[in-house]
């Protein structure tokens, strides 16, 4: 008995989506691509989905497919020539006073009327402030008609186009407890037209993907013919509205795969997603790795400077992660977000979500010399200079400084702090000159230190740098 009202509810389904027809669907971050069987032409699009497509990407693809003629055609019913009721100027807040006239131009509000109160019911023709009109009919919204001339070799034609009230972002929970992490993902589909849609099958497309979302609004270049007719069929109100997707097998999105640079996470059970609704799903668990620590990055400054160090976290997942924003939980609370970039398997992402009030650094730089000299034509060849032509000597300054750093672990509890100085893009030349027992290292043009501070310590480092400008 369950078995068959699961038939009867899908079949039902079927029937209640746009058209008629259910959809399989390529969605990416900003707008989707609809596919589906050709039927009949020419195409039809009321009002509310014609703003959502793309005119310019509606195309037909099959074997062989030779398109000859394609138009796009707006159609509605005009409202010229009906009758309508428009309020007399006699009229008050407490009493209004209707004439009956006949609606000749409904763009420019010309109505027509005949007044007994004028000697000989001369005619009148005047316009009127759309608000004052009040019509016997609702007005129309207008239709779009797509046509097209081709010939294929093949019986099995497909439409297609972009559509931008379907779209679809990743978003994760990423939790932390001790020495376990846990990385959540979540595939979050939106719905933002006013009726809902089937969707047989489905495509979560994610990358670097140059798709804008232009020429969506109404565009007369894009009509190849525009014109009022008496009769048109009224769209069928969809006879259901809800959401049946748990009546049908659950519905899961599988393993992403790489396609031409881009990564395509497939849906094939079908599904639907009421208007204005958030379709959510679970996608993976990725394997995961998260270390903690302190980040002190900072630019040179000869002047005094100190700050908090930032809670910093460096992450790697064993597969691919798409670009979505991500919730951070430490021992079940939210510490933070940040957003995730498009991931490869295996590569590494760091991020620090706000400061450590606990790790405190004070950095202060002292001149120990500054020489002038002449550099030689030899060295001007192999400078970084590359505007400069051989036999012109330039006027150096050679700075070595004293970079004595002090920072303070007010935590009850040890930990690793990574300390990086950039800034030196202003000079021609940086040179790291070790002064005491600690593991600077020059890294192209950024001075680095890993360290680990006991609790409750402070700890004082020191190093020269030697500056050609």
Known sequence: MISVWFVLLY???????????????RIYSNLAEIIRPLEKLPLEFSEDDWNHIRSDSITLFGENINITLQTITEQKKTLNGTKVYIRSPLSSDKSIKLIKGILIDEINHLVKIQDESINGEQTLYFTVPDNQI???????????????????????????????????????????????????ATANIRNNGKSSVFIEQAELICGDINL????????????????????????????????FADAFKRV????????????????????????????????????????????????????????????????????????????????????????????AANDIYEFSIGEDADIIYKENVTLISSITFNETESKVKLSLDKS????????????????????????????????????FHSYQNMKLIKL?????IQDGSSIKLNMIIQANTTENYSYMIELIR
């Open 11 to 25: 079949v039902l389904l079927t029937s209640a989506n746009i058209n008629n027809v259910p959809y399989t669907i």
């Open 134 to 184: 009040y019509y016997l009919e609702e007005p129309s919204k207008p239709k779009y008609y797509v046509d097209f001339t081709y010939t294929s070799s093949n019986s099995k034609v497909f439409i297609s186009y972009l559509q931008s009230n379907l779209n679809w972002r990743t978003q994760y929970q990423l939790n932390l407890n001790n020495n376990e992490s846990d990385l959540i």
């Open 212 to 243: 804008q979302i232009n020429q969506l609004l109404y565009d007369r270049s894009f009509r190849t013919l525009r014109s009022g007719i008496d009769s048109y069929i009224l769209p069928q109100s969809s006879a259901m509205q809800m959401n």
């Open 252 to 343: 899961s999105v599988e393993e992403g795969k790489e396609l031409a640079g881009l990564y395509v996470f497939p849906i094939n059970q079908p599904f639907v997603i009421n208007a204005k609704t958030n379709y959510l799903l679970p996608m993976f668990h990725p394997q995961i790795s998260v270390e903690r620590y302190g980040s002190i990055l900072k630019a040179f400054s000869t002047m005094p400077m100190s700050g908090k160090a930032q809670r910093s976290y460096r992450l790697r997942s064993d597969r691919y992660l798409s670009h979505g924003n991500c919730i951070i939980r430490e021992y079940d609370r939210v510490v933070g977000e940040t957003q995730l970039p498009n991931l």
């Open 388 to 423: 400069l032509s051989q036999g012109v000597i330039m006027t150096r300054t050679r700075y070595t400084y004293k970079i004595h750093m002090q920072i303070i672990n007010f935590k009850n509890r040890s930990i690793n702090i990574e300390y990086e100085q950039r800034g």
């Open 436 to 440: 005491d027992q600690h593991e600077f």
